[in-house]
């Protein structure tokens, strides 16, 4: 009894017979074709109980069958016709259709994939097809032509004889002849003979010029030569026809012998001549000579930069793991290795297509060829092919370094690729097996410079060098800020302590001076005493007054005084210089410290044009979704900003586009009838106003419709039946949480998210959202979005025992109040200010402290700040100083304070909150709905009611770029990086639709639509596979396991959102 057979086993049969009937195909062989896919859907329906090792051995002579078929053998017929009739296979053929299936196969071959000229054909020919067969009747003349041509050149070369004088001279007669075969060998289509010809011709040359090295072996080399040349036109399409050629001209007997790198480039023209010119084309879309051109690595002008930062991460990761498979066979591998190496080259060379290097594109797209060709014959490559991969994979790394900035780009790169490239045309020609068989011992590849010195094969393209490049992670980015931050903080509390050292020493001068006022007093108290002494003692002193011991100890005490005065006050003098060179080499270290930092926020800066793609992509996409035409347009787009900005702008913009198109800009005839343009304009401008980006998106449509707006708000019991609401009120109602004037989501307004989430999205960032509307004229939606604050110039003030430092944000005058300058309104105190009134609050009110002035005691001090919605005059004790702060925030721990940007800490160490005035403003203003602005101080996702789309692919950078595409087209998008991680996300995340690639580690496209399918909640769930697969038994495999939609790579944007939303809608109205 036969065994059952493995389903692994299974498995790998129908593929191999896929691939032989898409070969067939190709080639021409319908009938053949036909055979392949028969057998492929009745394997297919067979229960795996049913299969035996019998059956797969009896299927795998298929694949000899098909060979010797293809190559016009009848015999083979009866052999496929015994195959696809094996009872096990349950195939209802009856007899009459498997003879006319064999009629079919006959007539098919007779016609033949080659055309033969049965004028010139023979037996002989046909049964050893020969050349003759395969050739149109010119160029059979142009081989014949040739043919008498290197007899011509052979007889001059045998009528030379060195031992007579002037043995160079028929040289000359050489060197004619040999332009004129270069000649006819291009014509016939010899370009590889052609080539061979002009390298003689420059060893030739060589004799010519120095005649003492034109002796015996050289003369000999070029009888040779031209005897192999013969040779080769008698049997050009044989297999390694032009070896013997080859190798006899990398003798060292030549003046000049040709390089492995050149004979390998030349052995694939050999190969690819004659009847290959007339009959056969090279493979769809494969060069066939590599050049500089081809493994370039110049970015494209209109690089998507996201994407090449995504692709520069992944490829020195993908790189070292193709080395490490290769490795692996080279030490004994398996075919997993193999199928490894296989996929990190597909992965790899569809980022490098998505980026747009060429270089690294092209070397892995043929790298895949080569290593697809081994895995569908189960073969391990040999010796000298898995050489030439490991030679291609450290090229690969090479290209890696070179694009971050390590190294140059490889030398060896264009020889690299040609030799993968011969490699696969070996392997399409001759197969796997013939190859192993006469591979000739690995070499090592040629640098340019070598090959260059041949001359065999020139070019004139020269690869563009890449300007150096330094990557840096954000987080060490984020640590060099913060430590630029730190030496701010340093040399702050420097100066305080320098600040105070010369408050002391200016103390030490007027004590100095005291000291020396002292001693002039002290010395006329000294005389005036030893004379009134003198005059008023009664009786005889002891002493004389003159006695040098009193005179010296009472004068020299109070000289020494005065003395050590004047030494104090020249060392004061000394060290007043000494701190005069420490504040000169301080205020340099503070301009360097600050340079350095304005260097390091440089590096974080952007220009906002790094999201028009998006923006326009974003436009285009919703344009074609609802039939209307609209041209984008960006004014201040080269403004700089922090990297992080851009992203945050991005998706509130988005919403705004697509709302623009949606509800504003008109259909093309409403706007003729108008008296529009029939395409619309949507205008986005970007300014700054300080420390805000203020972005203006505006439109020429409609504008807002009020009465709809009115109308929805009194149904909702926003507005009350008859209710006056000016069209301010009415801009402000639209902005309510999920009002929307539509009565159902559409897939280009945000299905279902208002502007409300676009409101409190730009408030929680601290931004403020206006909207200027004109009916019939457009929409204006303006708003304003704080930068980033991380270092700012600040006021310090003091409230009772605090010290507050205020950031400049918004300050826009400091001014002196006096008290007629106030007055007293229904809305509580005003200011008068150059003829115009500011409500007034007191900042320890805002900041809900205690007044702790006297009272009666006015403030004097205002600040002027532009609050979010109105200027305010906001009060304060007084303004001790004005100071450059670094900030920093509250830590993982704190959540956002509303009202505070951060805490600094001041020259004397202490710490001192910064105070964002006008968003403390914010929650003064009664108009203000704060509490639900503290609601969102998580802001809330734009993705709340989006279509959702579960991308799994184990390529990062495809899945990036699928994931910034539906994001951009308005869809909520969750990756996975194989069949298992996206299985275990279905138990939290319910998509409305899926796109899943075919092959992948763990779990592939196929193993993971047939467990989607087997759960009952997904069961009708829509999956679009996308995958680079071509094979109509994939296709099967995948229809099988429940794909709804299987694309071919590459993909047009457009025609993939259009499906998904047609799948959605479907299952939707299911």
């Not at 005493?529 to 005059?535: A, I, Q, T």
Request: aromatic letters at 4%; glycine letters at 6%; a negative charge.
């Amino acid at each position: 009894m036969m065994e059952t057979a493995e389903p692994s086993d299974i498995s790998n049969t129908l593929e191999s017979i896929g691939e032989l009937a898409e070969q067939a195909a190709a080639e021409g062989f319908y009938s053949l074709q036909d055979v392949g896919l028969l057998i492929v859907e009745a394997l297919s329906a067979l229960p795996t109980a049913s299969v035996t090792t019998g059956l797969l051995t009896a299927l795998a002579r298929l694949s000899e069958c098909f060979s010797e078929y293809s190559f016009g053998a009848e015999s083979a017929i009866p052999d496929i016709i015994g195959i696809i009739s094996h009872p096990n296979l349950q195939i209802a053929l009856t007899e009459d259709e498997l003879t006319a299936l064999a009629e079919q196969l006959t007539t098919d071959l007779t016609a033949g994939a080659w055309p033969i000229d049965e004028e010139e054909a023979t037996p002989e020919a046909a049964e050893d097809g020969a050349t003759s067969s395969s050739l149109s009747k010119e160029t059979m003349e142009l081989v014949e032509l040739l043919e008498m041509e290197a007899a011509l050149i052979q007889r001059l070369l045998c009528a030379i004889d060195l031992d007579t004088a002037g043995a160079t001279d028929p040289l000359a007669s050489l060197a004619d002849n040999l332009e004129r075969y270069v000649n006819a060998s291009k014509m016939a289509g010899f370009e590889g003979l052609a080539l061979i010809c002009e390298h003689i011709g420059r060893n030739v040359q060589l004799c010519r010029d120095q005649p003492e090295r034109f002796a015996a072996p050289q003369l000999q080399a070029l009888q040779d030569w031209i005897a192999n040349v013969a040779r080769y036109l008698s049997g050009f399409n044989e297999t390694g026809a032009g070896m013997p050629m080859l190798a006899q001209l990398g003798h060292t007997d030549w003046p000049q012998p040709i390089t492995m790198e050149a004979a390998a480039i030349l052995m694939t023209l050999l190969q690819t001549t004659g009847s290959d010119a007339d009959n056969s084309a090279p493979a769809i879309g494969r060069i066939e000579l590599a050049t500089p051109e081809d493994v370039t690595l110049a970015l494209p002008d209109d690089v998507n930069h996201e994407l090449l930062a995504i692709l520069l991460q992944e490829l020195p990761v993908q790189t070292q793991a193709f080395s490490t498979a290769l490795q692996a066979l080279k030490t004994g591998g398996s075919l997993a290795d193999l199928d490894t190496a296989q996929r990190i080259a597909h992965n790899v060379k569809g980022a490098a297509n998505t980026v747009g290097i060429k270089g690294v594109a092209q070397l892995t797209h043929y790298l895949e060829d080569v290593l697809v060709a081994c895995a569908e014959q189960h073969t391990l490559p040999g010796a000298g092919l898995l050489y030439t991969l490991i030679e291609a994979a450290d090229c690969l790394e090479a290209m890696s370094e070179s694009l971050l900035g390590q190294s140059p780009p490889p030398d060896n790169a264009t020889a690299v690729l040609q030799a993968i490239l011969d490699w696969a045309k070996r392997i399409e020609l001759n197969g796997l097996d013939e190859i192993a068989a006469s591979a000739p011992p690995p070499q090592p590849l040629a640098t340019p410079a070598e090959a260059a010195a041949t001359e065999v094969v020139p070019t004139d393209a020269a690869d563009k060098q890449q300007a150096p490049m330094v990557r840096i992670e954000a987080e060490q980015l984020e640590q060099l800020f913060r430590q630029a931050g730190e030496n701010i903080i340093i040399n702050s509390q420097a100066n305080e302590r320098l600040r105070r050292m010369k408050n002391q020493l200016q103390a030490m001068q007027e004590q100095f001076e005291l000291l020396r006022r002292l001693g002039d007093e002290l010395e006329q108290l000294t005389d005036l005493k030893d004379l009134s002494g003198r005059s008023l003692s009664p009786d005889k002193p002891l002493h004389d007054a003159l006695e040098m011991d009193q005179y010296n100890e009472l004068h020299t005490a109070s000289r020494r005084m005065v003395e050590a005065a004047f030494d104090a006050r020249e060392m004061n003098l000394d060290a007043s210089k000494d701190l005069a060179e420490m504040y000169r080499l301080l205020e340099d270290q503070q301009r360097l410290v600050t340079e350095t930092q304005e260097t390091i926020m440089a590096a974080r800066l952007v220009p906002i044009s790094s999201i028009f793609h998006r923006l326009q992509r974003s436009l285009r996409q919703t344009c074609r979704l609802t039939g209307k035409d609209c041209e984008l347009e960006l004014t201040g787009e080269q403004m700089m900003v922090d990297g992080n900005t851009p992203n945050a702008m991005i998706d509130p913009i988005m919403h705004l586009l697509r709302n623009a198109v949606d509800h504003g800009i008109e259909d093309p005839q409403e706007r003729l009838s108008l008296g529009k343009s029939a395409q619309g304009n949507i205008t986005i401008d970007f300014a700054r106003d300080g420390n805000y980006i203020v972005v203006r998106v505006r439109d020429d449509g409609r504008g807002l419709d009020y009465a709809a707006i009115r109308q929805v708000a009194e149904q909702r019991g926003v507005l009350s039946p008859g209710q006056t609401a000016s069209e301010a009120e009415l801009q402000q109602v639209i902005l309510r949480p999920n009002f929307s004037t539509r009565t159902e989501a559409t897939q280009t307004s945000g299905r279902g998210v208002g502007m409300d989430v676009v409101n409190y999205q730009i408030q929680a960032q601290g931004g403020s959202l206006a909207l200027h509307s004109v009916a019939g004229v457009g929409l204006t939606v303006e708003m304003k979005i704080p930068l980033p604050l991380s270092r700012s110039h600040a006021l310090l003030t003091h409230i009772g025992p605090y010290r507050i430092a205020l950031a400049n944000k918004g300050i826009r005058q400091i001014l002196f109040a006096a008290p007629d300058d106030f007055s007293d309104s229904p809305d509580g105190k005003q200011l008068l200010i150059e003829d115009s009134l500011y409500p007034v609050i007191t900042l320890n009110k805002l900041l809900h402290l205690p007044d702790q002035r006297p009272v009666g005691q006015f403030h004097q001090t205002a600040l002027l700040v532009q609050g979010l919605q109105q200027s305010w005059a906001v009060m304060v004790d007084s303004i001790a100083d004005g100071l450059d702060i670094v900030i920093k925030n509250f830590g993982f721990y704190i959540k956002k304070i509303p009202g505070f940007i951060g805490a600094t800490i001041l020259g004397d160490g202490a710490v001192a909150p910064v105070v964002d005035l006008p968003e403390l403003l914010l929650m003064a203003d009664s108009n203000a709905d704060y509490a639900a602005f503290l609601n969102f101080a998580d802001p809330l996702p734009l993705t709340a009611n989006l279509p959702k789309v579960l991308v799994v692919d184990d390529s990062l950078s495809q899945r990036r770029a699928l994931e910034q595409l539906l994001q951009d087209a308005g869809y909520h998008v969750q990756t996975a990086r194989d069949g298992i991680e996206a299985a275990e996300q279905l138990d939290t995340f319910t998509p409305d639709i899926v796109l899943t690639d075919l092959e992948m580690p763990r779990m592939n496209g196929i193993e993971f639509a047939s467990h989607i399918r087997i759960r009952d909640k997904f069961s009708r769930l829509p999956v679009i596979m996308i995958t680079s697969r071509t094979t109509q038994m994939h296709r099967k495999m995948a229809e099988a396991a429940g794909i709804s939609l299987y694309l071919v790579k590459p993909v047009r944007e457009d025609d993939l959102l259009a499906q998904m939303q047609h799948l959605i809608d479907s299952h939707a109205t299911a």
